[in-house]
Every structure is written in structure tokens, then in C-alpha cells.
């Protein structure tokens, strides 16, 4: 793809309720606006009194004259239709800051992968509540910010940290922080904070999945990547996947295994969130991958 | 879905260069026609000089009124924006033809899928060269027909065959048929003869696949599903899949694991053509899951 | 394999203490009786002062003055060295009863599986509390029973149920009974009753798995053979399997996939049964496949 | 495990004919040695007349007393029953050279679980045929060569090449170097040459294979693991997977996605090698995993 065409490439998220023409209508209105649809994904709950779900993204021939434009009529079109929806450009790069506590191996992978393009994204800091990670960080490059969090010290930290992201991160990612985050706080980002669990959610809710997945004796352990909600664990899931273990794995095999499970999974959720393939709906997602 | 929708459901596959507007084109015709579209998927190679691949899948309010006029005034658009195109509806459930051998797995699971309702489609006849499945596949209701094959009467077996399916089906399935069709009798089905390869094309292309796979000492083996062209084993896949063998497989073991792979990758293949999600486009195929 | 080295097959599991020297005196236990190892497979959970388990699989060159001799010499050494032991061959086919409710494609694959010699049983007879399925497994030439089960007469059920398979069956298959058994039933058949429940266990236990799994929005889904306990949906697991599921599936959807992976677990759990390659300890499985 | 019990610990890998009592014998002379049988794994090809091959790991209680003398007596063990064998302990880590153009993710991935443990060998040095990846390699602390390749150099490349390794590495990984080595560098090091290729073999046999998948339209893109002998890309298999991709992948897409597989495959290749559970026997290998 060539850079001048992905400076001019927006995507469009639409949620609404089911309406006849409601294809035509969004299509024609972005033909009206010099827009040059590259893919088109769609789905629909129930045809005749369902939610339908698009995923548009286009090329702007002329961006800096119509995306302010595009922007200020799609707040109209959306009234008319009860749309949610949301319109990014790839001129913004998503920002993350990466939440977390002492395990190196999804925090490096998501580093990697932006270093390498596979993420489309800037990572402005790492925050964690232990320093143990600060040299590995560092020397990639990443700003690294300590914050210890003890049970008296929670509502500081979580002050803190908000005073350090605030304005200059989209979106958050925990990758193995081993704290609870408080219901205000993640008011402040909602579906915009991703979290991996070490489990094939809903199996092993809680503490310690691999210890309990060893002592139940599964065959198979996973990983599940979510949006953080006030409920631990229960939020909505964007992706998901096992991989296969036998008697032989001991629960720190069990450990070293899932791993490499969670750093894939987590870092599939982070690019479709960045890429904008994601549409929460009630505690489930949609993935235009 | 109340079956009275269905009745009403209509798919439309298109492929035509890429060109502006041409998807709000296609859904303000399909709005005029009085279709409400129930799933729009769409496919381009490059947006600014590629091809535009779209399968939309509707519901007609009227469909007796509307259906044919639709089928009509579609020709005019295609002609217009040179589209390649095809449009099907429920009302005419599409018939299969299934070739066979002497192996009973695959023909077996097409036809339990089939019965099961996995598989929207009729089973008129089942054709072979053998006599081995009579029983198996009477015994299920369905018609089998003996036509031997020798060098010398492979002509006269192929005419044979025609003339039993002729107007009778749509589309050809072999399902572990060992026998190659002639460059004549395949022009007379393009795209829609399906084979069934018992290897992950295109390792071990040709005969005995899996005494090769046995000799090579693969980790995986794998069957593929695809459409026949005059390239023995060439033409477009429509889908693949493998499983994980050891070296404690025989030649044998693998035949056995690999019956399993084959029939799944091949009902996932014959359900996707059923429901007019695969767009064939040069020696690739489009599929709309 | 030689059908006549077959008849001479036999297979002895262990579970023990760790001893030194534990696999120099079964090695050499079995050369004295003039057993020929074909596969030995071997675990431990500590060196030091764990269990062991093994798996031997050997040829009795002179089978009949052999195996009764070995079988009685298999006591004695088992009190010296505090062993668990089984010892089968292959003389002695296993039976399995195979109880349903109304769904059919689980009980359908094991009878095609043992047809196709893939599962090497036999299944004297199929127990279902309802008449459905009467058809479909007469129509393969299985014994089918009728006994209908209400509050009130469960007792009364498990009884005639008893009374049929008593001394005709050596381990009972589960293949979607929706009907819990007692525990005096249950003790009847210690780690010989194999149930398949419909989810990635420990996710979804209980009932409506797939309804449950829509509504929490998995990527996944799953299925878990085990053998049954008195606490439902926790005893030992022996296979489980997942597959891959969008937002576009409906409940029902997960249904028919799911059966697919419920069956395939199934199968793999019922052969490794029958093969003797399941060893339970605690309310874990070691499997030697 | 303790480290204690891991310093004590040894593997035997032997490759014999067939012969009654050779697990008898072969446990026996390990008790003589005073050896504490942790794990055993056996393969028959033909328990009348094939090959049988063993692995044993396990524990010597005196290991400085009795380790040079298992080894001794081994030999002569050895030449009484045709065994090929290989001894290894704990004590001496193996470390290899790892081979690579420009391509950062095999390495690094080696690197990565070299440092956590994953993979239990050293990295003496990188060498390399291009200077790009110097500094992420030595920034891991790793000494990395510049040896440039032109048709004219190879020669004096590969002679330069074994004098930085001779006697200071045990294998070799290929973790995409795009040279072929020559016969007389593969014949010094008969399967101790690990080689990642970028399909799954055996197809796209050669050069170019990402682009040859995306031409041929496949579903499944894969990556092999392989010792590497005189025939390019025919040496014996000792891992291989395959992830899904789509008609959405372009052939940079399915490079991207490749290269995931493409490390895993290759980190599982290099532990099995390092935790000796491989044995060559002709083409294919046998894995203890």
C-alpha cells in the first residue's frame, strides 16, 4: 500500500437498529463525500428488528478539505439513524500505555510488534507497579514509570497513573498487571482497556487459572483477551485460543505453555483494536478481522 | 429464522473492476428492487485498479413480483459496470450429483449433513464406478447408479453419466472418485465440480498421497478441497485443513486420520458452494464464511 | 498387522509407587514369561517419591500356556511392589452399552467407527430413555432398548437398565444421555462409565452450555470426554477439543458446530478406553496414546 | 526439579534391531550403573523384524563416580546389540551457532527463550552473511560475525565460518540463512543442523515460497523445521505447523503471519534437539516430546 494512500485512509464503526436502505444510506453518504470505499464488512442480529453493524474503511481523495466535513455530517446522518459510531483516520496513530507487574513476555511482544509494524500504534510509556521490568522496557526505547500500589496507596496510585496517560493515551493495555483497577477508573476508558486473562475464560475465573487448570487436569489451556469491565473477568471477549498439554506438564510447564498463548492472543485483540475491527455490543464483540 | 423468510432469501455474488461508487450502485438498485439486505461481505484486490468482489444475501418483501424483474434489470447494471455475476434464491435448492470409488467416508458425510440439514441441497444421485456402496448408500434413500470404467470405455462412461445428470443437477461432487474426467466433460461444469485432494496441496500432488506423506516423514497431514480444472490437482481451493500424526503412524494410520481431515474439509467446501459463498477468480477462490 | 501376532496381543497398566530398579523388574517379569514388548510407555510424577505408570504392550509367543500363568504371577508381584494393574488382550473383545436421549450424531459415529474397525469394540446394545433414535441404530443391526425415565421411576429405570447390560457389557458410553445417574449406579462401573459433555469443561458446567456460551460471547467452543463421578461434570477428563466461532453464529448455530467436536472427542476418548491407554489417578488421566 | 537432582541428570538415546529382552537388558545395565530411571520413551517400527529405538532420562546418584564408566561399558553394550547411541548429561550444555541473513525474528525468538530459560543451551555467537542484524544481537549480549558470501567467497566464507566454530559450538541452527552450505560443512556436522524453511514441506519445495502460496491461493500457510543434509529441503522433518489465512492476505500479509509460525516451529525444533528427544533414522525422525 502505498504511504500517500494510507495517509487519506479512514475507517467509519457504525452500530444502529436495523433500518431498510440503511446500506445505500451510509454508502451513498460516503460517495457524497469523496469517499473511496476499500472494504465494507457488515452484520446484522436479525434483519427485521435487529442491530446492524458496519465497518467501513475508505480513502479521501482530497483528506484535509473533506474529513472535518465527513466528521460534522456524519454527527447529522447518525442522529437520523440512532447510530453509535466512530470515525479514525490512520494521520492519528493510537496510543497505548501497557500496564504491567513482573511478567516480561506479552508487555515485550506487544513492543515487538510495533517496532516491526505489525502494530500499528506508539506505546508513550509502560507503567508498572514493581520495577522489575524498567531495564528490558528501557532498553527498547520506552519511557517506563514506577508506581507501587499497596492497599492504602490504591486511590493514589490509580491518581497517579491517570495524571501520567491523561491526554496522552488512547487506549490502555494490561498486559499481566496482577492489580484490580477501580470502577472510576475505568469509567474514564470505557472498551478502551484491554486485559489478558490466563484462562479459557470462563473456565478459572479469578487467581491462579494455571495452578487450577493442573489440579482439574485439562488437556487443553488457553488465554482470553477482554475489555476491562467492573465485573473481573466478565467483560467483553475479543479473542481467545489453546493450545494442547498432556500429563506430563507440570503446572509451571502449564505456566511457561500458556505464555506463549496469552502474548498471541493479547496482541491479536490490541491490532484489531487498533485497526479498528472491533465493535463492542453489549458484553460481546463484534471482529471484522 | 422463520421459514417464511427463507422463502423470500436471495443471494447475489458480483465481480467487476473496481470503480467509484460501485457499492452504493449495487445497494441502491437492490433498495429499488425492494430487497432487504440481511448480510453484505465484499472483497477488493486494490482499490484503486484491482477487481471488486461482493456477495449480498436479501430478503424480497414480494418476492413473486419482484424476483424476476430483479433478475432482469441485473443483467442491464452487469453489462454496464462489466460484471461478472450471479444471482440464486432459496426457492431452487441446488442439487448435487456426489462421484465415488469404493471409499465410504466422504460420500457418507455428505450425505448425513445433508439429512441433518448442515447441507441446504438434494442428493439425486449418487454415480460409481464401482458396485461397493450400493448398499450403504440405498439403504440412505438415495438413488446409485453403476457405471464402470475401463481405458477403452471411459468415453462411453462419461456419456453415460451425462446423460443421467443432465438438467438433473447442478453441480458435481467427487468424493474420492478415481477416475479422471475428460477436458470435455469438465467445460461442461466450470466451477462446479469439487474434488476432494487427500493431501495438503500442493505437497504430494497425484497418486498415493499418503504412502508419500509415510516415505517424507510429514508432522501434519492434510486434505484439500477444490475445484476440477484440466490441471489435474491445480485448480481453485476452496478449503484445507490438517491434522498433527507422529511417527508412531503407519502408512495406514495416516490413511485412517486422514479419512477424517477429507470429509470434513470437503462438506466445509460442498456447504460454502451451496450457499453461494465462493467467488472463483482466476485459479483462487473469494470464500464469504 | 498379522491378524495371528494380533490374537497374541496383550496389555498391562501399572500405577505404583516409585521404586529403583521399578522398570528392570516389569521388564524383566515379562521376559520371563516369555512376553515379546512392543511399546512400553512409561510416567512419572517424581523420581523421588512419586507414582509411577506404565503401559506395556506385548506378544505371548505361546499364548495359551502363557497368559493365565502371567496373569496369576502379575498378583503376587503387584502385592511386593504395591501396584494398581490391569491386564487385557486382545482375545477378549470389550463391550460397550452406549446410552442416549434424542441426539444422534455422537451415538452414530461410535456405531461407525466400530464398523469401520477404527474403534475395535463391539456394542451389544444402545439404552435410550426415549424411542427417537430406535430407527436410525436398528437400521446399523444394534440391539435398541426403550426405557423411559421419569422422577418416579429413575430407580426403577437404572434397575432394567442393570438387568440388560449385566455381564454384557465391560464399560458404558454417555453419548448425550441427558439423564444423571445414581451413585450406586455409578459404583458399579468405577472409571468405566465415559460421559461427553458439551463444553470445554470447567467452562459451561451444568446444563445449556451452548446457550451459555452464546451469551457470553467465547471465540471458542468446546467439548470434554471424562469419566463419571458422583459430582457432576468433574471427574477425570480424558480429551477435549475446541473450535473456532465468530459473532455470526447463533446459539444454534454453536449447536451443529459443536456437535462436530463432541463427537470427534468422544470417538478419540472411547478408543483410547478400549485400547487401554487411559490410566486414572486421582481425578486426573494419564493418557499413553 | 531440584538443581541438585539436575546436575545428576543423564539422557541415553539408542537405535537398535529388534531383539527379545532389549528393554530387559537395556534397564537392567542401567540399575547395574546405579542409574534412577526417570522417564522412558520406546518406539518399534516392527516388533519381529524392524528397529527399536529408546530414550532414557535419569538420575545418578553418584555421578562423578560412576558417569565415565556408564560410558564406557555403553560401548561395549553397544557393539553387542548393533546399537547406535548417544549419551548426554546435564552437566555439559549444548550450545549452538546460529546462521542468518537479515531476517530478525528467528533469531531473536532463540534468543528470547534461551534467556528465560525455555530453551536450556548457550549462544556462543550469531554469524551472519549481512551486518543489519548486528546490533539487536549483540544488544542481547551476544557475540555476532560478519562473514559477507559471494559466489567467489563461499569457499574461504565457509572455511572462515568453521574456524570461529570449531570446538566451540555442538550444532548449528539456520534460522533463515539464505545460503546453501556446502556438502563438505554439512558432512561435519551429520544431523546437528537445524534449518526453519518457510512452507510446509513438502510443498513450495525452494525459493520464494510466501509468494508461491499467495499464487496458488492456499488456506494454510505452514513453516518446517529440518536437519539439513545435501538435498535442499529434504532432510529428515522434525517439526512442522500451519496457521489459516484468507483471500484478504496479500503475499506480504502471509509473510507477516508466516513468520509467527516460522519461529515456533523452529524454537520447538532447537529444545527438542537440545533436550535430546530426536532420533535421525534414515529420512524421518522419531520425537520423545
Known sequence: MAAESKNNRATLLISCPEKPGIISTV?????????????????????????????IEFDLSDFDASYDKLHEDMRLLAEDFKMKWQLNSKRERKRMAIFVTKQESCVMELIWRVKSGEIDADIPMVISNHNDLREVVENQGITFYHIPVTPETKDEAERKALALIEGKVDFIVLARYMQILSPEFIARFPNRIINIHHSFLPAFVGANPYVRAFNRGVKLIGATAHYVTNDLDEGPIIEQDVIRVTHRYTAEDLKVAGRHVEKHVLAHAVAWHVENKVIVHGNKTIIFP
Chains 1, 2, 3, 4 share one sequence.
Open 27 to 55: 454508502s451513498n453518504f460516503l460517495l457524497d463525500h469523496q469517499a473511496n470505499i476499500v472494504q465494507f464488512d457488515q452484520h446484522t442480529t436479525d434483519p427485521k428488528a435487529g442491530m446492524v453493524f458496519m465497518r
